[in-house]
């Protein structure tokens, strides 16, 4: 037979605190709209700088046609230095969605991306 025992008030585990509550703010971290807030939202900045480039390279591509082949994939290439320059420049709380990795994985990543995105812009026939 199983004996059962009783634990005592003070033996009984605590309950969590209220941080660890799904969709709690923490206790000890900082107020939404404070400091932490704010310095998040420049980091924001260069990730919506890049965004836009993009956005603009994307549509000079969609409206040009094949006339516009070259340019737009050389302003994408652009946009791609862009972000990795960005990204290498910034520190890490100012670099917004632009920092997925460690900053010379992302660097080199953008500047791969960009490398071949110029290359296939300037090496790659137009049609006529």
Known sequence: MRKETKLADHERRPAPPPAARPGSWPVSGPAPGGRRAAADGAGWLAYVVVLGCVAAALTWLWTGGERAARGGTLALAGAMFVAALARLALPESRAGLLA??????????????AAGLLAAGLLLPVPA
């Open 100 to 113: 997925s990795r460690k900053r010379g994985t992302d660097v080199v990543t953008l500047a791969a991306l």
